[in-house]
């Protein structure tokens, strides 16, 4: 079985497991106090040209409820799309900690400017709004997860929203690199790091073995961060285990590097399912790729390989999901590509 | 700099890190649904001889966290002694979850059963008791923050006094293996498991980079604790690194190995302060030792060592305490013992 | 100003004034451990024909609260028509509380047994499921937000498939008064009983000053409730209030005494939009209507009458909301219907 | 039986009574949006001094739950003293909502400025604060649940330590009307408004038949607290009856007046103790005294009379608690006194 079903499906770059052997027997103090987190964290400050704070969580559900926690009083909700991985795959994570996800209609995984303003403007219009959660934030994904993206334009659009309805704004960046590497992509991470409140950049899925590194760039929102990490069990204990993965990843550019062999991967077999005239559930921007299959084709491609079966489409259709990744082969791909011409 | 400070000071045994690398480019399911999670599951399934449901996370607080969220309804508490790693040490992460920490004053890190019957009949007793959190979970820890154990008798008292009053017992283990391995100690794992309700055994500080295995026993308790962990962000998305080092652990008895080596030598650091006749803040049952020193001595030994300043005993003397580990060297050891002599 | 905006306009119907007047030197005990509490839940015990808990609450949003609070675990969620008042009207009061909302699209404010089932089955044949919040309950009003009635067959295949689905059900009766005593209604308070496992018959907008009586049918919840109140900030000292406005309520049928005729209130307006041709946004079946206006109509009518815009129908057109209650006079009505006609 | 058990177990003043009867018919709007509510809050400002905002709730329990949610970050936890209300008889409410009670031991129910500034210092000066809640308010209450007050300079040391300490300060005046007319006190209600940054001021037990007027005077926790309210279920529907209850109390001094009457009614009883040279548990300044009784007398007493037994003192005597209150008649102090003279 070839597995194209996630990102995750091996441990980490050998880069990675190379530095943490080398560097295991440094006695070091622990809850990412030590000097391979500050470093990590100066080249990810330097990378987004501006005076932030960085922490260095385990996983995505951990760093969205903690950043959320962290940001929103007890009466304010988050506003997102209805597709975003924190309205519908976090076994209610944000609202646990108390606060709702107020959800917006999404268009392939995206929401936009005008939707948040008459979300809003809705809110404040409305003579009953202390009956409501009060929108204080919005939380949007780059890439998204139906692997679209948002261009430059369309996130000034959301900050300039954001800012006349003192809202902050938030990207989930789970797969940024796989963002940041995409051909269709026009948005630097010194963008994001001037449009947004805070996002992350995350690891898991682009070559660590785990870890997404928090980005907080508006001054109101950094105080006391770390004891809500401890609170919410984000705070590890061998905090260096993340410092030293950020380190490596971004000393020399390896986060861009393996990010820019899985969009080539990614963009290979989009073209070979496009000679094959099959259409496509989304835009295949990213490392994701959502082809319409019969149910045959699918029956076909499932005895060799392993992929989520995403949307029915109609009776006899299904979108599936491929992911490739930093370890996505060629030789794999280059099996995947034969047996998709023989659909 | 010598560091005694803690036990999570370097990153992982080295069996482990060279388990990690070599499964490294298997293409594994996430989530904890690989076949390494399997096996370390077995294996700790059959060291414990009961049919428990085991769940690995990353940290304690987590698995502290996790564990009683899962348990309890939204009005009851847990009692717990107050110098608990609960009670003062993780930023309020059960309140944050919606459950006061009952604390019991402890002795030597310890409480008894006398106080816990004490504490629940009070509180059936009392005509108002509607008023107060309900007592429903006992939280221990073996060993305790004070690194002393808890006995077979005692724990089997608290098991009755807990099936007495209808209360769930719980063991934070943390540093299980340390416990285990003491020579003051007569609990075994199978008797701890035949006596809580849940446990976990510590990897963090006992040789792993990371990781806690959860060990639940009472059948009542079993249902849907997935979920909890996904909502509390303790679901990690490449579980097999939780998996692999367990594996690593328990499959010919490293845990136990590495756990009688800390021993030792914080056994040889304990015969050298006892030599010079210096007192000890609690017993040195296990890995954390707490000799009584003055000013003078602890300036001394704090050019070379690093190690916590635990509590004020009287205006001249302090308690510290020093933590040995499955990586203290024997030429550390030799190096503190050689500046203790000349104290 | 004449007002037809709520159901909560004045304070209470004057037999309960009296009975506090009467009652108010007598020297009770505190926190609904009073005899007139007693006889009141007894009362209403006898009502439901079932051996059930009954608390007495102050209003909707804290009887809600408290109720979902006592019956769901922390991964638990809540299945709501969107249109539910605990969706959109209670600042995200169940959310903070730490659990999802479900939100299933209502049709006049109602949801099938059909939509439960496939929500319900869509959660356990996700292989994902962990990752979303578990559906346990579902929640409907009786009346609805928009005034229309759930019939007794539908409530029996609401049953039959939370039944099926290990679902508890869960009836919002802040209105049931106005639903009871309905021309449309099939249901009785006794199906209501044998239905739910629990449900409220709300006395805010029937009659009382405050109050909430909570009908706990289902064995497994009914331990602890009080103490739930309490934490909820829920148990009212002098509990004597609502014990003895519940017995004024229910001693001799004045509960469905003052809901008849409101519903003949509501009747005899909805008659004289009917006459003018006036469409309604929702079948009038207990004391909300909801006539479609043009704006100029409204504007004629606003001179006059508080009511509410409820939403807009199309550029030209709004429905409105007229409540009547047990207070509305026929002085009132005879005025309106007389604008009406010139309208 | 004659009641001393609590200062809530009549009904309301009789001028509380006949108002909410006078105004029952007039049509007004909900929430606490109405005009006597209006009114209402001037009194209550005109009475403080400044420009605070006024809002109504229920209850005790429910205004400290909803107070501190609305201050307090999620890492947050409020010191308290270990009698105070919040930590001892509300099941866990504060808890309920993330925060830690941080309880400091109590002297006659009172916590000094020493002793926040220790605990506060304590918090900072640790290396590892962030893994504890961080001190962000103090509660204390006035008088206190011993009936004991807080002089001026008291108030005025512990406003000095918290503003030092970035704490918010906190007066629960569940039964403040007791302490302004206590003989022993020398803070007024401006005082107390200039020191505080919230506090209430407590109608159930000074005559109303439910009801907290919230106080808050710092401009930067103001905001959006109605939102809470209602989140956390205290948003009266007829937010009327709160309006025209505090009304009626403050209009004409009538809480400053019924007070005095519990107040003297209190020290007629404490003199007889006094007479009989019995021993009283905590100072008797307000309208709860807790003379130390012996079992003996204490059975005597209990055939004529409800208290609560409070503590118990040694093996033969136990401190019990008499209430008066607002409606206490002289024929039932003067029935009391006569069989304690005979004790």
New interface residues.
């Given amino acids: 079985?070839?597995?194209f079903?996630?990102d995750?499906?091996?441990?980490?770059h050998?880069s990675i497991?190379k530095r943490?052997?080398e560097?295991?027997?440094?006695?070091?103090?622990?809850?990412g106090t030590d000097h391979h987190t500050e470093t990590a964290k100066a080249y990810i400050r330097d990378l987004c040209g501006v005076d932030a704070d960085v922490h260095f969580m385990?996983?995505?559900?951990?760093?969205n409820?903690?950043i959320i926690?962290?940001m929103l009083?007890?009466?304010q909700?988050v506003i997102a799309p209805d597709s975003g991985h924190i309205a519908?795959?976090?076994?209610?994570?944000i609202?646990?900690?108390?606060?709702?996800?107020l959800e917006i209609e999404n268009s392939d995984g995206k929401i936009n400017a005008e939707q948040v303003r008459s979300f809003a403007e809705g809110h404040w219009n409305d003579p009953?709004h202390?009956?409501?959660?009060?929108p204080k934030m919005v939380y949007i994904s780059q890439p998204t997860e139906s692997g679209t993206l948002y261009s430059r334009q369309e996130l000034e659009d959301l900050r300039e929203i954001c800012t006349e309805n003192n809202l902050y704004l938030m990207v989930d960046g789970a797969r940024l690199g796989y963002a940041l590497a995409s051909r269709d992509n026009d948005t630097s991470i010194r963008d994001l790091a001037s449009l947004c409140d805070v996002f992350y950049i995350g690891g898991?899925?682009v070559g660590a073995?785990?870890g997404e590194a928090i980005v907080i760039t508006n001054d109101n929102i950094k105080p006391?961060f770390?004891?809500?990490m401890?609170?919410?069990?984000?705070?590890?204990?061998?905090g260096?285990?993340l410092g030293i993965q950020f380190e490596v990843l971004f000393e020399n550019g390896l986060y861009f590097e393996i990010s820019k062999h899985a969009i080539e991967m990614a963009h290979r077999l989009a073209e070979a399912f496009e000679k094959k005239a099959i259409e496509m559930y989304a835009p295949a921007s990213t490392n994701q790729i959502f082809p319409i299959l019969t149910d045959t084709q699918i029956d076909v491609l499932q005895s060799k390989y392993a992929f989520h079966v995403w949307e029915e489409i109609d009776t006899a259709r299904k979108a599936i999901r491929l992911c490739t990744s930093w370890?996505t082969t060629s030789d794999d791909v280059d099996a995947l590509i034969s047996d998709i011409e023989k659909l």
Avoid: W
């Avoid at 519908?88 to 994570?93: C, D, I, K, M």
């Avoid at 609202?95 to 996800?101: F, N, T, Y």
């Fill in positions: 079985m070839i597995r079903d996630s995750y499906i091996e441990g980490a050998e497991l943490l052997s560097t295991n027997n440094e006695q070091l103090p622990g809850y385990v996983g995505g559900t951990q760093a409820m903690t926690a962290s009083r007890t009466h909700g519908g795959h976090e076994t209610g994570a609202e646990s900690v108390g606060h709702k996800v009953t202390e009956h409501m959660p009060q898991t899925k073995l785990f006391d770390r004891y809500i401890k609170q919410k069990g984000g705070l590890l204990a061998k260096r285990l370890s």
